[in-house]
């Protein structure tokens, strides 16, 4: 080798060893991975490659891959903690290979800017040098302070805002010893060199001042662990948590593209398996672990199961589908996608069942809108009786699809991977609604209408009774007046996080009773337990679920609670000891 | 030449549970305890979405489940819509669509 090159030395080989094999390896998993986009993915790509996307793809990659603007949003610590490893070691990356380059020497081999102060002994006097060697140090001490509060979140959670952390398997805890090890390492070379060759900054020199000049064994020792530290982290990477790192990136630019999960898994969803950090930001909140002690059914360890494939059919079904996760994920993995295809693997049967819906007689509601109130509004019958009555004062000719008998809209089929059945449905309800030629559809159930807005293609409007009864206000076609009873309102999961609709029921409430805030509400509502999501629990557990929901909604006392599901309000109705009402119900009561 | 008094009798149904076949039954009764405490109510099937429409009847799917008569399980329960109405009506607080599920995963076969 270069033996004669004055910038080698046998220490380099671990990490340049290492960084090779990661290259290698990730070269290799991004590329098979890219394999397995499906056809439609690839020619999305293939059109927006080199379009303007291009520009905010490169941003988010920097915000969320380094910055971690989501995470600071969340939590200040753990944004300063995450962000400070990322944007610290990008920095000294950058900033050393900026430096190294500008230093005048006969070659720079890459590892120069990693190994600088062992080989540049000197200080350097290119303009700028200072400045440089000035973040440097900064930055080192930037990413020191992040790994100090990586041990304390280690030790003690709840400092930074955590009750629980994630479980770790060995090849996890493995990456991350070696990480820990890295700049403390680095810190400590750096340190022994400036105590040798007074090449230090105002860091690493004070300290090098304060210890006798090290002699050449302590220094080749301690450079030669700094290199086996990241060739430690640098072969575990690749089979670690530590992969996000990498795919993140790669994920925010497909993304960005306009690539999006299918009900299968392809190589997109590679990508997002492999970006999930193992941070654990989606066990807190999730009513599973909160609630019951269900401890290995969440976000992170479903994904972890899937990429080491592995995938207990327990795991995928313990899941109350509420999204919870999902707004609390930081990488804004399409969680609720990837367990849907889990469960999609395990249909079980494929026959038509559901011939005898073709009793139903198709009828004609022409120039009327369509309201469908769903299963559950038929056993919370004051639902639809308010919305007629809401119907009538706005003087809107309506049809009441299920009037006396009511068909699933297929979606608790669809959750547990019935696709064939639940299609069989869409098909019927499809044709019902086609043939009647209606101009909308107002559903009162947030699960019917997150179906028939996401999954049937109707060629009409499709809005939820809050939407509807919001314009209907603010058009001035029905009057309210505005009691004084303080009322509290529910995001129903499938309504708000669902299909993003949080800013209807608020004005509609606002208008018509005095609306208190709950604890967590809007992204961050919690589930009321009964939803259609999950069949493993049963009532105790659903109860336990509803129980903390209820009580998140007890956070200003409320006088009542306002939701605009049926089976919300079902759940909180044995719950509560006021009343419990659908916002049509409100609505209904304060009609001028 | 039979007279038609306008009803008839229904023919005699004999259960012998001594050749009747549990282990399907405890399998239930093992992955959803709450199975047992079903009172036979009914307020599950008058409530079901799919009783609507046809003859569809998930307590009596459950009886002949308890009776070990599990030979039309399997295509009836193919008529559940899934909806959970009967969840949330049955007095008992059955499991209903986890029962629905392992059911269906016991009983019907491909
Ligand atoms: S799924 Fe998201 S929130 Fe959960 S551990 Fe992974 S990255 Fe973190
Ligand atoms: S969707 Fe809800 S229940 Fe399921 S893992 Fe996420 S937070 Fe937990
Ligand atoms: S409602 Fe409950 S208790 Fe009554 S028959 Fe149905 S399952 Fe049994
Ligand atoms: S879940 Fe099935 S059995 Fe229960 S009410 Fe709905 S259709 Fe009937």
């Given at each position: ?224 662990l700094y290199s086996c530290a990241l060739c430690g982290f640098f072969v575990t990477l690749p089979f670690s948590r530590y992969m996000h790192i990498f795919s993140e990136l790669l994920l925010i630019y497909f993304r960005k593209m306009g690539v999006r999960e299918k009900s299968e898994r392809t190589g997109y969803t590679m990508y997002e398996l492999n970006a999930c950090s193992r941070c654990g930001m989606c066990i807190d909140n999730c009513p599973l672990n909160k609630e019951l002690g269900h401890n290995d059914v969440q976000s992170v360890y479903f994904l972890r199961n899937l ?286 | ?36 405490r079903c009172i036979n109510c009914g307020a599950c099937t008058a409530t079901c979405s799919a009783q609507q429409f046809t003859s569809f009847n998930i307590r009596k799917i459950k009886t002949l489940c308890m009776d070990g008569q599990y030979e039309s399980l399997g295509k009836e329960l193919k008529k559940c819509m899934l909806c959970g109405k009967c969840t949330l009506v049955c007095p008992r607080g059955l499991a209903l669509r986890p029962i629905i599920m392992t059911m269906r995963k016991i009983f019907v076969t491909k």
């Amino acid at each position: 080798m270069e033996t004669s090159n004055p910038y080698f030395s046998p220490f380099v080989l671990p990490f340049v060893l290492g960084a090779i094999f990661l290259l290698g390896i990730c070269v290799w998993k991004f590329v098979r991975w890219f394999k397995h986009f499906d056809r439609l993915q690839r020619a999305i790509i293939r059109k927006n490659l080199l379009s303007w996307k291009i520009i905010p793809a490169l941003w988010e990659m920097f915000r969320e891959g380094i910055l971690h603007v989501r995470i600071w949003r969340k939590n200040l610590m753990l944004g300063y903690m995450h962000s400070s490893i990322a944007l610290g070691w990008f920095m000294l990356i950058l900033v050393g290979f900026i430096e190294s380059h500008m230093t005048p020497a006969s070659s720079h081999p890459f590892w120069m800017a990693i190994f600088y102060r062992f080989f540049i002994t000197t200080h350097q006097t290119f303009p700028g040098a200072q400045v440089l060697t000035f973040i440097m140090e900064l930055m080192l001490i930037y990413v020191l302070s992040g790994i100090l509060l990586a041990v304390v979140k280690k030790i003690y959670s709840r400092i930074l805002g955590m009750k629980k952390t994630t479980k770790h398997i060995l090849i996890d805890r493995f990456a991350k010893a070696f990480l820990w090890l890295i700049f403390p390492l680095r810190l400590l070379s750096e340190v022994l060199a400036a105590s040798r060759f007074q090449n230090g900054g105002f860091f690493t020199g004070f300290l090098g001042d304060l210890i006798p000049p090290s002699n050449e064994y302590f220094l080749l020792l301690s450079w030669t662990l700094y290199s086996c530290a990241l060739c430690g982290f640098f072969v575990t990477l690749p089979f670690s948590r530590y992969m996000h790192i990498f795919s993140e990136l790669l994920l925010i630019y497909f993304r960005k593209m306009g690539v999006r999960e299918k009900s299968e898994r392809t190589g997109y969803t590679m990508y997002e398996l492999n970006a999930c950090s193992r941070c654990g930001m989606c066990i807190d909140n999730c009513p599973l672990n909160k609630e019951l002690g269900h401890n290995d059914v969440q976000s992170v360890y479903f994904l972890r199961n899937l990429r080491q494939k592995k995938s207990p059919i327990r795991v995928a079904d313990d899941c109350l589908m509420c999204q919870r996760c999902a707004s609390d994920c930081p990488v804004n993995i399409d969680l609720m996608a990837i367990r849907q295809q889990e469960r999609n693997k395990h249909e079980m049967d494929t026959a038509d069942n559901y011939g005898y819906l073709d009793t139903v007689q198709p009828f004609n509601a022409i120039g009327r809108v369509g309201y469908f109130g769903g299963c559950m509004s038929h056993l919370t019958p004051g639902v639809p009786e308010a919305m007629k009555a809401i119907f009538e004062a706005a003087g809107q000719k309506y049809w009441y699809m299920d009037e006396d008998r009511t068909m699933c809209c297929g979606r608790p089929l669809l959750q547990q991977g019935f696709n064939r059945q639940a299609a069989d449905l869409r098909r019927k309800l499809t044709e019902m609604i086609n043939k009647s030629k209606i101009t909308m559809l107002i559903t009162s159930c947030p699960i019917c209408y997150q179906s028939f807005k996401k999954e049937y293609k109707l060629r009409i409007p499709v809005i939820h009774h809050t939407e509807y009864i919001a314009m209907l206000l603010k058009t001035g076609r029905i009057k309210v007046r505005k009691d004084d009873v303080r009322t509290v309102y529910h995001d129903p999961c499938e309504l708000g996080r669902g299909c993003g609709i949080y800013k209807e029921p608020r004005e509609v409430l606002k208008a018509t009773t005095h609306l208190v805030k709950a604890k967590q509400e809007k992204e961050d509502s919690l589930c009321c337990g009964i939803n259609l999501g999950d069949t493993l629990l049963d009532i105790d557990q659903q109860t336990l679920i509803r129980n903390a929901a209820f009580q998140n909604l007890m956070y200003k006392h409320p006088d009542q609670i306002a939701t605009a599901c049926p089976m919300c309000k079902k759940a909180f109705a044995h719950a509560s000891e006021f009343p419990v009402k659908d916002i049509a119900e409100i609505v209904r009561e304060n009609l001028k | 030449m039979s007279v038609n008094f306008g009803y008839s009798i229904a023919p005699t149904r004999a259960i012998n549970y001594d050749n009747c076949d549990f282990s399907k039954l405890h399998e239930l009764e093992q992955a959803v305890p709450s199975f047992k405490r079903c009172i036979n109510c009914g307020a599950c099937t008058a409530t079901c979405s799919a009783q609507q429409f046809t003859s569809f009847n998930i307590r009596k799917i459950k009886t002949l489940c308890m009776d070990g008569q599990y030979e039309s399980l399997g295509k009836e329960l193919k008529k559940c819509m899934l909806c959970g109405k009967c969840t949330l009506v049955c007095p008992r607080g059955l499991a209903l669509r986890p029962i629905i599920m392992t059911m269906r995963k016991i009983f019907v076969t491909k």
